[in-house]
């Protein structure tokens, strides 16, 4: 059945899409730093502690805002409709879950300590937007009396009031204000573009043995180009991760390029037929 047929104004339908697109960049950008993590644990203590410290931030930056963003202005209102009471009171639970795995990454005495948290935290997450967008959108959204869209206003523009109020000993550049969490790709910090050829070349890469890889073909095809582009934030300058697809991504290197002007350059270590393999290079 199209999402279409389960809200009660085209307005609704559409903020319904938006909402879960937006979960599905939120889940995919978690799973492809958590991929990292996992990978360079073992193998590269020194870029291991770099991605711990993204993840938490990103973490901090984006997941936890929109758990409380949601408990502000969504959760009341579904609260109200008797078939999602319960529900609602379970995900509030969960987002509790939440803020302790990542408390309790942000107190690991290594990366490789918080590992189990990470993938933990990963795993709540998905489950969790499955509810919201299984369950609690969709009410939301068909209630007549109820206007999703208006929800989902009020749900930015809490987040915009509260990253404000973070932010009000610390000026905010054009940067910060395009990373608040309002369903864009968001990063540490802005990255200095240094160069580098941005298209297809063999230059400059570590040893593969030495790198991290990402295979997404069995990545979900709605988080696949989220977790890689979460997978290419967690990405140190002066390394690179090897990306293992299903097909020749080309889609996504445009995306890639266009997202990162400049900052990675791609190797093809393998063309198929049944699987591609790339090194993307962060200069």
Not at 22 to 37: F, I, T
Not at 82 to 102: D, K, M, N
Request: aromatic share 2%.
């Amino acid at each position: 059945m199209s999402v279409l047929t389960l809200a009660s104004t085209p307005e609704d339908a559409a903020a319904l899409e938006a909402a879960v697109a937006h979960h599905a960049r939120l889940a995919g950008e978690l799973a492809g730093r958590v991929r990292m993590l996992l990978a360079s644990a073992d193998t590269d203590p020194g870029a291991a502690e770099v991605i711990h410290t993204g993840l938490t931030a990103f973490c901090d930056r984006s997941l936890l805002p929109h758990a409380a963003a949601e408990e502000a202005t969504l959760y009341p209102t579904a609260h109200g409709l008797p078939e999602a009471r319960l529900l609602v009171e379970g995900l509030i639970g969960e987002h509790r879950c939440l803020t302790a795995l990542v408390d309790a990454l942000r107190a690991a005495p290594s990366p490789a300590d918080s590992a189990a948290d990470a993938r933990a935290l990963q795993v709540l997450f998905e489950e969790h937007v499955a509810k919201e967008n299984g369950l609690v959108l969709p009410l939301l959204a068909m209630a007549p009396e109820i206007s999703l869209a208006g929800l989902l206003a009020d749900t930015h523009r809490w987040l915009a009031s509260d990253a404000t109020l973070v932010d009000a000993h610390e000026p905010r550049t054009a940067e910060k204000a395009r990373n608040t969490e309002k369903g864009q790709d968001m990063r540490e910090e802005p990255i200095e573009e240094t160069g580098g050829c941005g298209g297809v070349c063999g230059c400059g890469a570590a040893e593969e043995a030495a790198e991290p890889e990402l295979d997404v073909r069995e990545v979900p095809h709605a988080l696949r180009h989220a977790t890689v582009f979460g997978a290419l934030d967690a990405v140190p300058a002066g390394t690179a991760m090897v990306l293992v697809a299903p097909h020749d991504p080309l889609p996504l290197l445009a995306q890639i390029e266009q997202r990162n002007p400049g900052i990675f350059s791609v190797e093809y270590l393998e063309s198929g037929p049944e699987a591609w393999r790339l090194r993307l290079s962060h200069h």
